[in-house]
T-cell receptor, first 115, second 114 residues
């Protein structure tokens, strides 16, 4: 079983809906990540939080809004998404120190479909 | 700029065959880290191994082995006596010291047929 838990596993939403993806880890990690993965492609980094502060935003459209309420939780708020946003959204976490060296641990992902 | 190339898009072998997945990387950094991840159909990326740029020792873990050669900028992954459960997409990735961003290769889809 993965130590990074993502909910929901599947989400279907219309373009006018507002929904949120949730991610939780209890490994004491202080860095958390959101990735987007399209079929047959590698994951693409969206956001990174380090010690609950946003450290990287890979020029993601504002219809995606991340939030890190505490060191164990990471949310991704979705609003007015487009059909091309349909993808697998992966959350990951890693130790906050020794950046680059620490492996990232991934959740199972949320499969998002935009109608 | 950093880059990871996995030239093999898809590999299909029969169970019990040995199979090697190739990974070639580009970086100007002297300190960097290489990773392999496995992504089964369930979606989760499973961390398999990390290699530091200053440690060229090969590693073996059960049926898995990794060959790191700085001279050819390669970090290849071999599965011995493959099993159906090894079927997955495998990603090689690179990160620089101090960075939180992983540079992924395009992945190799491995299918092990019974």
């Amino acid at each position: 079983d993965t130590e990074v838990t993502q909910t929901p596993k599947h989400l279907v939403m219309g373009m006018t809906n507002k929904k949120s993806l949730k991610c939780e880890q209890h490994m004491g990690h202080r860095a958390m990540y959101w990735y987007k993965q399209k079929a047959k492609k590698p994951p693409e980094l969206m956001f990174v939080y380090s010690y609950e502060k946003l450290s990287i935003n890979e020029s993601v459209p504002s219809r995606f809004s991340p939030e890190c309420p505490n060191s164990s939780l990471l949310n991704l708020h979705l609003h007015a998404l487009q059909p091309e946003d349909s993808a697998l959204y992966l959350c990951a976490s890693s130790h906050g120190d020794h950046r680059g060296r620490q492996p990232q641990h991934f959740g199972d992902g949320t499969r998002l479909s935009i109608l | 700029a950093q880059k990871v190339t996995q030239a093999q898009t898809e590999i299909s072998v029969v169970e019990k065959e040995d199979v090697t997945l190739d990974c070639v990387y580009e970086t100007r950094d002297t300190t960097y880290y290489l990773f392999w991840y496995k992504q089964p159909p369930s979606g989760e990326l499973v961390f398999l191994i990390r290699r530091n740029s200053f440690d060229e020792q090969n590693e073996i873990s059960g049926r898995y082995s990794w060959n790191f050669q700085k001279s050819t900028s390669s970090f290849n992954f071999t599965i011995t006596a493959s099993q159906v459960v090894d079927s997955a997409v495998y990603f090689c990735a690179l990160s620089r010291q101090g960075a939180q961003k992983l540079v992924f290769g395009q992945g190799t889809r491995l299918t092990i047929n019974p």
